[in-house]
């Protein structure tokens, strides 16, 4: 059974930086698709960046500030996050998809989430 938990979030101000980690326990398929989404208030869950062991993804606004790895021995998923812009608060998931796939990670369908991390950013 995969149980996923975020950790990390917190409050910055614009320029600041967050690592956020997810706990993969359970989820065995290291090489295929792991995925950061984010809900801000009263809009929809978006994906933000996701890896596999065909490369990295990410959605056009975190490009070139937002990094996505994969510790394998301890199974930890992270979000390395810099530069953020008030635009980057929100509620941050960590994500596995239902079937494993290994490409094309932003736009595969992910039914395993974790509780989600808060990260507020101030202007």
């Known amino acids: 059974q995969v149980q996923l938990k975020e950790s990390g979030g917190g409050s910055v101000q614009a320029g600041g930086s967050l690592r956020l980690s997810c706990d993969l326990s359970g989820y065995k398929y290291t090489r295929d698709c792991m995925a950061w989404f984010r809900q801000a208030a009263g809009k929809q869950r978006e994906g933000v960046a996701a890896?596999?062991?065909?490369?990295?993804y990410y959605t056009e606004s975190v490009k070139g500030r937002f990094t996505v790895s994969h510790d394998i021995a301890k199974n930890l998923l992270y979000l390395q996050m810099n530069d953020l812009k008030p635009e980057d608060t929100g509620m941050y998931y960590c994500a596995t998809p239902s079937i494993p796939y290994m490409s094309q990670c932003l736009t595969r369908e992910y039914n395993s989430w974790g509780q989600g991390t808060q990260v507020t950013v101030s202007s």
């Open positions: 890896i596999s062991e065909a490369g990295t």
